[in-house]
């Protein structure tokens, strides 16, 4: 019996490490920073050295650890290979490979979207689930898909990339990911701001967006005030965001999405403009589904990398 | 070791029969009538006699008999439970409980295009591959979805309901499951058939489709003979079933998309104006994602049936 597990959420500023007990607890959180430049040669070492460490300080019996769940940002085939990573400076890396020729230490790793929805699904926001849709919505728009308790890989380590779901057709800005009219242009941090500026170009109502940058987060506090333009720029990023929830839900017919990422913080309200723009568009079996905010925040990942690894 | 098994898949019509070997070979292929009326009270019992007649027959070890998996024209829940059948009369319904206990056989259920995606899978278009997405393009648009080669059943057995994702707002007529502006409404061939009419009401453009009833077949047969007017129909179809494919594969990052149903009759054409629509639309990983053509016809059901009660 496998009695501890390693969890290394990687990002592109600092990988986030955890130690854990088998149940889930945590017994040690930390984190170091990522060495992006020379093409990333550091991350992969630095991170065995670390966890390497740990277990001499705590004088853990490595018999005793299941090994070690690694979160990474960007595609991650089942055999943990990663074809390349933006934010890390990785080109074609053989990540379990490496880490467990490192640290002796068996490894898997996967996506860090789907590794945090597997996070909710143990111990956060869809405890008790199996089969559960993760959104974040921060910068961009993430997502991670749990069907029947395992993770929804794909066949290009790109399952689950839900904020590149195409929902508009008339716009001339790019998505990050080259393609035009992603929902992660309308849904993300990102593109709520930019609705906001588009709503206060095209009129001079008063509002009390004026005041400030008009971020995602003055969108939704202006909204609890009641301001009547931040509203209208709710119901457009609402309207992108249920119907598109409505196709993922058609297709996958989750136990329950959870919504998760910086915009979560407006809180229930949320959840409710969004529930409104989804049931019209939701194929009737998925009408009800359940909607929750997730609650593991930052540390959904290093929990889902450990759940990884544990089963 | 068991030799044989059992499938049955359940239409409104009839109910497709096999007998299988564990390698994949039909031994046996027959029909018989599904009895809709009253509530469909007589069908399973009319399948078990069907198949214990069978068994008879040809002298069956039962201990030989892995058992019969069943193909369902609606949602089956991972317990062999059928909320509601429309085409078959059925309310709530434990298939296979039922089944099981009529024959002495295990039996294992789900929905009819799913077992068809299996199928395709085991013997078909999908061969060789694990994750596979498949689309039954027929009266309606069906759906079915295999993740590590076993089929997405979803929450409220709805998974790959495909033919349900919202692809246009601005659509009068309803859909069959209610809401407005599905997949189904564009890319069936009742759609394709709907896009011609109003094709031919908005121009006096002169087209071969003006000469017959203008079904999906006669777009196809146009558009391989050079109709203008019959190509403007097909790029209005691809555009929505292209943009959906790629919405799908954004999130299920599939190895390979199987078409069937008879529109797919059309062949490699088809295939072609799918593409040309998908490519644009499809997340980076995705963008060469194989298309390929069903190639078990009617059959797929069955087949499915067998792989699932033998996995």
């Not at 088998?22 to 040669?41: Q, Y």
């Given at each position: 019996?496998?009695?501890?597990?390693?969890?290394?959420?990687?990002?592109?500023?600092?990988?986030?490490?955890?130690?854990?007990?088998?149940?889930?607890?945590?017994?040690?959180?930390?984190?170091?920073?990522?060495?992006?430049?020379?093409?990333?040669?550091?991350?992969?070492?630095?991170?065995?050295?670390?966890?390497?460490?740990?277990?001499?300080?705590?004088?853990?019996?490595?018999?005793?650890?299941?090994?070690?769940?690694?979160?990474?940002?960007?595609?991650v085939?089942?055999?943990?290979?990663?074809?390349?990573?933006?934010n890390?400076?990785?080109?074609?890396?053989?990540?379990?490979?490496?880490?467990?020729?490192?640290?002796?230490?068996?490894?898997?790793?996967?996506?860090?979207?789907?590794?945090?929805?597997?996070?909710?699904?143990?111990?956060?926001?869809?405890?008790?689930?199996?089969?559960?849709?993760?959104?974040?919505?921060?910068?961009?728009?993430?997502?991670?898909?749990?069907?029947?308790?395992?993770?929804?890989?794909?066949?290009h380590?790109?399952?689950?990339?839900?904020?590149?779901?195409?929902?508009?057709?008339?716009?001339?800005?790019?998505?990050?990911?080259?393609?035009q009219?992603?929902?992660?242009?309308?849904?993300?941090?990102?593109?709520?701001?930019?609705?906001?500026?588009?709503?206060?170009?095209?009129?001079?109502?008063?509002?009390?967006?004026?005041?400030?940058?008009?971020?995602?987060?003055?969108?939704?506090?202006?909204?609890?005030?009641?301001?009547?333009?931040?509203?209208?720029?709710?119901?457009?990023?609402?309207?992108?965001?249920?119907?598109?929830?409505?196709?993922?839900?058609?297709?996958?017919?989750?136990?329950?999405?959870?919504?998760?990422?910086?915009?979560?913080?407006?809180g229930?309200?949320?959840?409710?403009?969004?529930r409104?723009?989804?049931?019209?568009y939701?194929?009737?079996?998925?009408?009800?589904?359940?909607?929750?905010?997730?609650?593991?925040?930052?540390?959904?990942?290093?929990?889902?990398?450990?759940?990884?690894?544990?089963?």
């Amino acid at each position: 019996m496998k009695k501890y597990c390693f969890a290394a959420d990687i990002g592109g500023t600092t990988v986030k490490l955890g130690l854990f007990d088998a149940e889930g607890n945590v017994l040690d959180k930390w984190e170091i920073k990522s060495h992006t430049e020379n093409e990333g040669a550091a991350i992969l070492p630095d991170t065995a050295e670390a966890i390497l460490k740990k277990i001499e300080e705590r004088k853990l019996n490595t018999e005793e650890i299941a090994g070690i769940g690694v979160g990474v940002p960007g595609p991650v085939s089942i055999d943990g290979i990663v074809p390349h990573t933006a934010n890390l400076g990785w080109g074609y890396k053989e990540v379990t490979k490496e880490l467990s020729e490192r640290t002796g230490l068996l490894c898997k790793a996967a996506n860090d979207a789907n590794v945090a929805a597997l996070g909710e699904m143990w111990v956060g926001g869809a405890k008790g689930h199996k089969d559960v849709l993760l959104l974040t919505l921060g910068t961009g728009v993430g997502g991670g898909i749990i069907v029947d308790g395992k993770i929804l890989t794909g066949a290009h380590g790109a399952g689950g990339e839900i904020g590149h779901i195409h929902v508009e057709d008339h716009i001339e800005e790019h998505c990050g990911c080259g393609n035009q009219g992603c929902l992660e242009q309308f849904a993300s941090a990102t593109g709520i701001a930019r609705l906001a500026r588009e709503a206060l170009a095209e009129s001079d109502e008063p509002s009390l967006l004026r005041e400030g940058e008009a971020t995602a987060k003055d969108v939704f506090d202006a909204l609890k005030k009641g301001d009547a333009l931040a509203k209208g720029v709710a119901e457009r990023f609402a309207k992108y965001l249920g119907t598109g929830i409505a196709v993922m839900t058609a297709i996958l017919d989750p136990e329950v999405i959870v919504i998760g990422g910086g915009v979560s913080k407006a809180g229930e309200i949320l959840l409710d403009y969004i529930r409104e723009y989804y049931k019209p568009y939701a194929y009737k079996s998925a009408k009800d589904t359940e909607f929750a905010l997730a609650k593991l925040g930052n540390d959904a990942g290093i929990y889902g990398c450990a759940k990884l690894v544990l089963d």
